[in-house]
């Protein structure tokens, strides 16, 4: 059996799915309201910070938030909107953005270069614990 190299699966989704700038994710969360859905490993967003106003959605747990059958559906995914994805590096949210794409999910993209672009192209960036408390508010 060969192993697919996920190098070639990520380039292949990359080829089906709508890549974005982190500067075009945040232009069409505040004009367009997009959400920015972080699938980020919840370690990653506590020593690296996060997107303000961004949902996380664990990469483990994305279908299953999605799909309306699914007993852990969250009713934010049947909403008339675009969802942006974003990792660290852009890899796994294009995976992602393909596969929710593929089970019917009408508006979804991903940030090409993730949370690293993101953070290089100096977005705005709050700190895990900043993030938290303006969820809650």
Known sequence: MTIESVQKMVEAAKGEIDNISPAE??????????????????????????????????????????????????????EDREFVLCCAGGMRSALSAKTL?????????????GFGGWKADDMPIETYEEWKANRAR
């Open 25 to 78: 994710a945040a232009r069409r969360a505040s004009e367009d309201g997009a959400l920015i859905v972080d699938i980020r490993d919840v370690r990653e967003m506590q020593r690296d910070g996060a997107i303000p106003g961004a949902m996380h959605a664990p990469r483990g747990m994305l279908e299953f938030w999605v799909s309306p059958d699914s007993p852990y559906a969250k009713e934010i995914f049947g």
């Open 101 to 113: 794409q593929d089970m019917g999910l009408a508006r979804i993209s991903h940030v090409e270069t």
